[in-house]
């Protein structure tokens, strides 16, 4: 019997023998720049031979405020060292988050083929394995969009839509002539050049889903064809548009086999089960249905031949950690082959597969306590491998200063949570230490938790123990807001009170932060408990302002209705009382830092303005053409130190000694009196 490997004891034998010994890396704790600065990997492909892996590495660059990333291969067989073949360019996005685009290996292996953003155009490159040549291949006046190389490697198929000359030129129509005010505008933001989208200032609009888009991307779209033996390009065939289409990545999870015969793809019944089928391409016979697979919360498919199916699935249950398993859908046989206890998604959206070979999996695995790393996992048994560590000083200094712990829990009404919990080395002769918990999901390496804006190791090497906590979210019921809430609220303070009975953490210096749902489940937590000594929030909730904002955006009031039971102030205003911090600014009373995106800042103004007026000690920074995520290196690192200055100064009550802060201790002090004013006045009317 085969028995799954674990990626934890992959990661333990690598690290026998780190670059620094224990004592060297407690005297280099884990900064801030360096978790700005680690260095990613994705976009994993094998070679056909199944000789080589290629990938991208990706670091960010705090001087120039942009990233640097680069295209490296490794033979698969020995034990060297990955050779950098190529410059990446910048990475390309979707919001904040970097694409996750394998590149495509030529048939005789010797070529990788990719997109790369250099000189503020995105074309098809081609680099050579063993590092001898890059060359750009297309000098199309659109940026590509994607494309496909043709079977016998002798034409590139890709497809691309305005030009970046219209789309400029749209932008200055724009500008000189006035914009008409319609539903694909977000009136929370700026109307021209506000947005980073391929490496320039560009303005945005957004499309009937709500998805963001640059001007002109409804225009009509161009399949093109271009010969690598002459350089002619000409429009695409049907047939070849048709090969593009069939293998474009935003298809989902619908894969085809390598023959093209068989297609697997995944759908949910209504009650949340799993159906993954396999069916014969161009045949009506029954579908092959895989039956064990119906527990299972499908995240990625790969074929590894057409007789075998490679499925990533996650598990709730451990923290969403990433599990492999081999499906044979002629006879139905599920396998188990390798249980992580993170990522094993070369993205921090755990959505895209491993690279499968003829004998192994080739992974990028992370954990809360391990940074990314490449790895390989045998698909038939047999000890994986660690094949490239990056962040191999990063990883022991984490090991140095701090301990890293599962765990789960349940609150008052039985339901259960799951997070991870950071503690400084010398935490046990400290006594009790101040809790800080971030709040959402908590997937691979937890740099800053979900949205990456709170230093979490750092936070524990000051004193703070972190706590990062995945949130339980409704299944295939109807969602409601405030049961969400209130849900993250006890989960919360069920963990609190857990750490507290244990001796680990003080329940009365307890701060709180989060994003998206996580920022809405804060604002709740600080005004409809005492929980809270600190506050801090990276996105806006609901309030009537953000309503207007949105608005007029197609497919947003069905939104507001289903997910928060809104409908306008004067259809539902029973409800926005409830939910809207715009409604309750005086039931807050631990001190709330906001640090927004420019793209969302403004939706807060309403509360934020309105907790100001009710005495709360409250601070918003926003930062410049940033996305729902933050991605730009200086805005990130600036984030997370205030979140550690932040935290510390609440809960510790220590501040920087840094002269460069000096005016930032000083609001904060004055914000600790009018805190203490606040209480005192609240005592005082209570009759206390």
Sequence with gaps: MLRPISLLAVFLLANVSPPLGRAAAQDRPVTTRMLVE?????????????AYVAFREERASIEDNSYRSAWRVRRLDD??????????GAPLRNGGLSINEPPQWSPDSHW????????????????ARDGGKAERLTSDAADIEAFVL?????????????????????????YAKGVLFDDSIFAGQGLFRSVLINGRLASERTDDRMIRRQLLWDAPKRVRVLDLNTGAVREAADREAERLRANDPAAGLAVRSPSGDLVAIISETPEGKTVLRVSRAGLEKRPMMCGACADLKIVALAWRNDDELIITSRDAERGYAQSLYVWRPEDDALRLVARSDGLLSGDRSGKTPCAIGEHAAVCVAAEAAAPPRLVSIPLDGGPGAVLYEPNARLAAAMRGSVDVEFLAWTDKRGRRFTGH??????????????????????????????????????MAQAGVAALCVNARLPGREARDAKDDYQTG??????????????????RRNIGMGGL???????LWTASHSDLLAAASVASSAASPTWYWFRSMQAGFAPRAREQWGLGTPEETPDRWRELSPAFYPEEFTAPILMQMAEQEYRSVIEYYARMRRAGVPVELWAYPHEPHIKFQPRHKLSVYDRN??????????????????????????????QMHELSSHEISESGG
């Design 644 to 673: 550690l200055d932040w935290f510390r100064f609440w809960l510790l009550g220590s501040e920087d000694p840094d002269p460069g802060k000096a005016d930032q201790y000083e609001r904060w002090r004055k914000l600790k009196r």
């Design 112 to 127: 990788i083929y990719y997109r790369a953003l250099l000189d503020g155009e995105v074309q098809i490159w081609r680099a």
């Design 489 to 506: 609220l006890e989960g919360v303070t069920a963990a609190a009170d857990l750490l507290a009975a244990r001796g680990f953490v003080d």
């Design 150 to 174: 043709d079977p016998g490697a002798s034409a590139l198929i890709y497809r691309v839509g305005a030009t970046r000359e219209e789309i400029v030129r749209a932008e200055e129509d724009e």
């Design 421 to 458: 919990l950071f503690t400084p080395k010398a935490q046990s002769d400290a006594g009790p230490l101040p809790l800080f918990v971030t709040y959402y999901v908590c997937p691979g390496f937890l740099r800053g938790g979900f949205g990456d804006e709170w230093p979490l190791i750092p």
């Design 79 to 88: 034990d060297g060292t990955p050779i950098r073949v190529a410059d990446g």
């Design 38 to 50: 680690i260095k990613d990997l994705s976009s994993v492909a094998i070679s056909p031979d199944g």
């Design 516 to 522: 998206s749902f996580g920022s809405e489940v804060t």
